[in-house]
């Protein structure tokens, strides 16, 4: 089979969000790269499917964040760079077994088209089942950086030659399977982009939420005071400030306790005291 000329160079790339707009007397290409924005938080996702971006991400506040160029995302279709007239991405399994593999040098020439626009200093991440666990802690790390570059796996998983290559690294959004990892990666970035500045419209609601302090969230009750016989309970209506905070960190304490037992291990043995 034959590969495609410069298989580093082929295959659309699709970018979302605002694009910057400067003055120049040179003619512009059309067809060329999508723009980068200065500033902006860059995501780049390898992905056989590249239409099911930018999907949720592209509503709400993140689509909004989108749109007002704070962040910018750009797919990469893993197809465009498959081997031969089919452009195959994946073969058998060395050594026999079911399914398929993606092949480690389909993943290597988008991975390299990838890391030619990704801003400086990403991480390249592997959406794998076998990963370390996605977690809060891990979201603000990435929210912190210049952006992020992931790849969704398919089929059986990535011919690990590829993920010691480039220095790739796995993390699963948890102790299950998946058939790709489209869904994981939009809520990795959903996770991580609603940390940056800008994004929320009240800064303080991610500084309060669960797992920010290592504790689930507090219940939370607004109007009617009364709804099928239950009421607001009565120090949230009190105006009393300093009991409303000592009454929300008891409440959140005590559901992680009972929901989340883990947590609370975790939270005794490092002796924390965040409020």
């Not at 990403?122 to 929210?143: C, E, H, T, V």
Request: proline share 6%; net charge negative.
């Amino acid at each position: 089979m034959s590969s495609p000329s410069d298989p580093s160079e082929s295959g659309p790339k699709r970018s979302h969000g605002r694009k910057s707009v400067t003055l120049t007397a040179a003619p512009r290409d059309l067809m060329g790269e999508a723009e980068r924005l200065s500033r902006a938080w860059q995501v780049q996702v390898i992905t056989l499917l590249p239409q099911a971006f930018p999907g949720i991400l592209g509503e709400s506040l993140t689509g909004r964040a989108l749109k007002d160029g704070l962040w910018q995302l750009e797919t990469v279709d893993l197809r465009s760079h498959g081997i031969g007239k089919h452009r195959n991405v994946d073969d058998t399994p060395a050594g026999g077994g079911a399914g398929m593999v993606l092949r480690a040098d389909v993943m290597g020439t988008a991975i390299e088209a990838a890391q030619r626009h990704s801003a400086p200093g990403s991480p390249l991440i592997y959406l794998s089942p076998r990963g370390r666990r996605f977690d809060q802690a891990m979201a603000r790390d990435l929210a912190a950086g210049p952006g992020m570059t992931l790849i969704c796996g398919r089929f059986e998983g990535l011919d690990e030659r590829v993920i010691e290559h480039y220095g790739a690294i796995e993390v699963s959004l948890g102790d299950f399977v998946m058939t790709g990892g489209e869904i994981a990666a939009q809520a990795m970035i959903d996770a991580a982009l609603r940390l940056r500045p800008g994004i929320l419209g009240n800064e303080a609601s991610a500084v309060e939420e669960s797992h920010s302090s290592g504790l689930l969230e507090h219940p939370h009750y607004t109007r009617p005071a009364e709804w099928q016989g239950r009421t607001i309970p009565g120090v949230l209506m009190s105006g009393n400030h300093g009991e409303i905070a000592r009454w929300r960190q008891a409440e959140a304490e005590r559901l992680t306790r009972e929901r989340r037992p883990d947590m609370w291990a975790r939270r005794a043995a490092t002796g924390s005291s965040e409020d």
